[in-house]
């Protein structure tokens, strides 16, 4: 018998997965994906394996949704709403320094983010599915692009793939849990990611006269200090928020007072209304300090991906079916939300679901950040995301019909 990470007295599906056929054809299906990485809107390859292995199966899809993106549908039920999975495609622009055996071929472009396992999921979930004799509702399988620029879940949403969907759930490898585990989590899971930008223009001039210039360097020194008051000071501590100034850039020599600065940041908020007043301080902040010194201002706010909280309904749902999938003892919760960003909030502002966390972690092997050159994780994962997948969608379609008039 394997030995595996999973725990627990009872024979649940991750742990007949990792004893079956199926699961090397998923370490091999993970592993081409990852020697083969796509950066975002140029998943052309993965969706070519994606809808290879549907072939295989006999299972109808759509492919070239949204561009890259590929959706497939099992029925069920009485033709109702569907419960719609999801899984991204697509990879980072970092140098592989993992030094597996099957690291990247692509130089610059890497699977840092555990893209190729979450595709790799739910193609087993599709396996499964492909098997059951009868759901309790149809199910549709979103295969999304660019979920790294934020932009492929919107533009999957435009191409209608929440067309009569009643519940949506979707997943992320996880190194803060061990491999073999589900975290679910009611309420915040992922923080919003928005930018901004500030143009000041000041008056250039010698080093030597000052007195003739208005000097952008310092305005803008000014204003990066006064942005660290505003989580300090303005925001509820309860409520975790980050305002990061990334890039500042201003000046061409020693000699030279500066006329212009530029200042590029980040904005993370677990919840909208905190995330709104950021933008409204930092605005205010900026606007003030270029008043005072006698500069001009250009502000703007990049809208990225607002914050993904998890409903109580479909974290409820998600929960048995991550209890069916490797056992109550295996399922757990996020203590903290992470404050980076996730598409699939987009997906939970129109429909309800659930975005759980699947454990990669295993003792007395070093675990590396998401986006990290180093990023590894445990193949076990595999196994259990497919069950997740496969449980929810027949749980959820369950519940469909038990809150039906």
């Given at each position: 018998m394997k030995t595996t990470a999973l725990r627990g007295d009872m024979f649940h599906e991750a742990t007949r997965i990792l004893e079956s056929p199926l699961y090397s054809s998923l370490v091999a299906m993970r592993r081409d994906l990852h020697q083969h990485p796509e950066l975002s809107w140029q998943e052309t390859r993965t969706?070519?394996?994606?809808?290879?292995?549907?072939?295989?199966?006999?299972?109808?899809?759509?492919?070239g949704v949204a561009g890259t993106g590929i959706v497939a549908e099992f029925p069920g039920g009485n033709g109702g709403p569907f419960i719609a999975l999801r899984a991204d495609l697509d990879a980072l622009p970092i140098l592989e320094e993992t030094g597996l055996p099957f690291a990247s071929q692509v130089p610059g472009a890497m699977h840092a983010c555990g893209h190729d396992a979450h595709t790799t999921m739910l193609l087993g979930a599709a396996s499964l599915l492909a098997q059951d004799r009868e759901l309790p509702a149809p199910v549709r399988l979103i295969?999304?692009?660019?979920?790294?620029?934020?932009?492929?879940?919107?533009?999957?949403?435009?191409?209608?793939?929440?067309?009569?969907?009643?519940?949506?759930?979707?997943?992320?490898?996880?190194?803060?849990?061990?491999?073999?585990?589900?975290a679910v989590t009611d309420g915040p899971v992922n923080a919003s990611s928005d930018s901004f930008t500030i143009r000041i223009?000041?008056?250039?001039?010698?080093?030597?006269?000052?007195?003739?210039?208005?000097?952008?360097?310092?305005?803008?020194?000014?204003?990066?200090?006064?942005?660290?008051?505003?989580v300090s000071?303005?925001?509820?501590?309860?409520?975790?928020?980050?305002?990061?100034?990334?890039?500042f850039d201003a000046g061409t020599a020693a000699n030279v007072i500066a006329g212009q600065a530029l200042l590029e940041g980040s904005i993370r908020a677990q919840e909208n209304s905190v995330r709104l007043a950021l933008h409204r301080s930092i605005e205010r902040i900026a606007k003030a300090i270029c008043q005072m010194h006698g500069a001009d201002l250009e502000f703007s706010i990049g809208q990225g991906t607002p914050p993904l909280c998890n409903p109580p309904e479909g974290a409820r749902v998600a929960r048995l079916a991550a209890a069916a999938a490797v056992g109550e003892g295996n399922v757990a919760r996020m203590d903290m939300a992470s404050m980076g960003g996730e598409d699939f909030s987009y997906y939970l502002e129109h429909v309800p679901g659930c975005y759980v966390r699947f454990g990669t972690a295993r003792d007395g092997v070093e675990q590396f950040p998401a986006h990290s050159s180093r990023f590894v994780i445990d193949e076990e994962a595999l196994a259990v995301g497919a069950a997740f997948f496969h449980a929810v969608a027949k749980v959820a379609g369950q519940s469909i019909h038990q809150v039906a008039p």
């Open positions: 969706a070519e394996k994606v809808c290879a292995y549907l072939d295989e199966l006999g299972v109808s899809y759509r492919r295969f999304q692009p660019a979920e790294e620029f934020g932009e492929g879940a919107p533009a999957m949403i435009e191409a209608g793939v929440l067309d009569n969907v009643a519940l949506i759930f979707g997943g992320h490898v996880d190194r803060h849990f061990p491999v073999g585990s589900i223009t000041g008056r250039g001039g010698h080093a030597a006269r000052p007195h003739e210039t208005v000097d952008a360097v310092i305005v803008g020194s000014l204003i990066v200090m006064a942005l660290q008051t505003i000071r303005e925001v509820n501590p309860s409520h975790p928020s980050v305002v990061t100034v990334g890039h």
